[in-house]
C-alpha cells in the first residue's frame, strides 16, 4: 500500500548549510507554486531549530540560508524554548499557516504556536499547554466556531486527546480520543503524526505507535479515521501499521528503528506524499493512496 521514494532520504544532515547533527521530523505544506516543508534540525550542541526546505515537486528540495524559526529571545518564549524548537506541524486555515511545535526547556516539552501567511515573516502566538505535551496538530477548519487540536500529553503517551479553543491561546474541554492497544504494534505509546486529512469517510489521522522491545522502542506509522462533524469520536483504525522501520535508513541512525511523521500532503489525484524522519536521521518521504488507506481502517464504532 506504501512505496518509498527510490532517491530516500530526500534531506540529510549534509544538506544544511551549516554544521548539524541531525534532520528529521518535518512539518509539510503546499505555498502557491511550491512544497514546503519545515525540518527540524538538531544543531552539533544539542538543540533543534526549524529550517524551511521549498520544493518545486515535493521530492528534491532547496533548504534555506538560516533558520526560519530557532530559541527566541523574548519572553514567555525565552524561558520554555532554551533547549529548541521540535517537532513542527503546518495547518492551513483561511490564508494563513498555523504552527504548532514543541518548546523544549528545562520544564520539560510544552506545546507553542507561531504562523505565518508568506513563509518570510514567523509571528508566535502563545504558549498553549503546559509540560509535559508533544505532539499537537490542529485541523483546518473550526467545528461549531472553535478551534480543535488533538495532542498527547505525556501522562505515559497512551492516549490521544482532543481540546477546543475560541482564541487559539486558552484550550479546553480535553478529552480522550483514542488510545493505546495491548498486543498492538502500538501498545506502549501514540501519538498523532501529521494533521488530520478531510476525506469522503471522515478524518483521517496519521500516527505514530511505539511497542516497547527489550532493544528499545520500535516507532512504526498507522491510521486512525474520526467523524466527519464530531471529531473526537473515533470511527476506527488499522490494525496493522502502514509503515515499519525496515530499510537501513530506518533502522540505523541516531535513534533506530524510528518512522514518525509530522507532515503529509494529499495530491489532486489521490496520492498521499508521508514525509517522515527516519532514525531521527534525515528525511525520507513515501506515497501512498488515500482510497488504500481508508480501506485499511478496522470500523470498530
Ligand atoms: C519522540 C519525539 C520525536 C522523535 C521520536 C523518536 O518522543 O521526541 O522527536 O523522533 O521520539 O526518537
Given at each position: 500500500m506504501i512505496e518509498r521514494f527510490r532517491g530516500n532520504p530526500i534531506i540529510r544532515a549534509e544538506d544544511i548549510p551549516v554544521p548539524c547533527n541531525t534532520v528529521f521530523n518535518a512539518a509539510a505544506t503546499v505555498y502557491k507554486d511550491e512544497y514546503?516543508?519545515?525540518?527540524?534540525?538538531?544543531?552539533?550542541?544539542?538543540?533543534?531549530?526549524?529550517?524551511?526546505?521549498?520544493?518545486?515537486?515535493?521530492?528534491?528540495?532547496?533548504?534555506?540560508?538560516?533558520?526560519?524559526?530557532?530559541?527566541?529571545?523574548?519572553?514567555?518564549?525565552?524561558?520554555?524554548?532554551?533547549?529548541?524548537?521540535?517537532?513542527?506541524?503546518?495547518?492551513?486555515?483561511?490564508?494563513?499557516?498555523?504552527?504548532?511545535?514543541?518548546?523544549y526547556s528545562h520544564y520539560s516539552p510544552r506545546l507553542a504556536l507561531a504562523k505565518t501567511e508568506d513563509f518570510e515573516k514567523f509571528e508566535r502566538i502563545g504558549l498553549i499547554s503546559e509540560p509535559v505535551n508533544k505532539n499537537a496538530v490542529m485541523f483546518p477548519k473550526k467545528f461549531n466556531g472553535k478551534f480543535?487540536?488533538?495532542?498527547?500529553?505525556?501522562?505515559?503517551?497512551?492516549?490521544?486527546?482532543?481540546?477546543?479553543?475560541?482564541?487559539?491561546i486558552y484550550w479546553g474541554d480535553s478529552k480522550v480520543v483514542f488510545e493505546t492497544r495491548q498486543g498492538y504494534w502500538d501498545a506502549d505509546r501514540i501519538g498523532p503524526g501529521a494533521p488530520p486529512i478531510r476525506t469522503e469517510k471522515g478524518w483521517?489521522?496519521?500516527?505514530?505507535?511505539?511497542?516497547?522491545?527489550?532493544?528499545?522502542?520500535?516507532?512504526?506509522?498507522?491510521?486512525?479515521?474520526?467523524?466527519?462533524?464530531?471529531?473526537?469520536?473515533?470511527?476506527?483504525?488499522?490494525?496493522?501499521?502502514?509503515?515499519?522501520?525496515?530499510?537501513?535508513?530506518?533502522?540505523?541512525?541516531?535513534?533506530?528503528?524510528?518512522?514518525?511523521?509530522?507532515?503529509?500532503?494529499?495530491?489532486?489525484?489521490?496520492?498521499?506524499?508521508?514525509?517522515?524522519?527516519?532514525a531521527d536521521t534525515s528525511i525520507c518521504l513515501v506515497t501512498a493512496h488515500i482510497?488504500?488507506?481508508?480501506?485499511?481502517?478496522?470500523?470498530?464504532?
Open positions: 514546503i516543508l519545515l525540518v527540524r534540525v538538531e544543531g552539533v550542541e544539542g538543540k533543534s531549530s526549524l529550517w524551511l526546505a521549498r520544493s518545486k515537486d515535493g521530492m528534491k528540495f532547496e533548504i534555506g540560508k538560516k533558520p526560519a524559526l530557532s530559541p527566541s529571545d523574548q519572553e514567555p518564549f525565552k524561558t520554555y524554548e532554551k533547549r529548541g524548537l521540535e517537532d513542527p506541524r503546518i495547518t492551513k486555515m483561511d490564508g494563513t499557516y498555523y504552527i504548532i511545535y514543541t518548546a480543535i487540536r488533538f495532542d498527547r500529553p505525556m501522562a505515559a503517551g497512551i492516549a490521544t486527546w482532543i481540546s477546543y479553543s475560541n482564541d487559539l483521517l489521522l496519521i500516527y505514530h505507535g511505539v511497542k516497547m522491545t527489550s532493544a528499545g522502542p520500535i516507532y512504526r506509522l498507522g491510521v486512525a479515521l474520526l467523524d466527519i462533524k464530531n471529531p473526537s469520536r473515533l470511527i476506527g483504525r488499522s490494525e496493522e501499521p502502514i509503515l515499519s522501520p525496515t530499510e537501513y535508513y530506518e533502522r540505523v541512525g541516531e535513534v533506530p528503528n524510528v518512522v514518525f511523521t509530522c507532515g503529509a500532503i494529499l495530491e489532486k489525484d489521490g496520492e498521499l506524499k508521508i514525509y517522515y524522519g527516519a482510497d488504500d488507506l481508508l480501506s485499511a481502517i478496522k470500523i470498530t464504532n
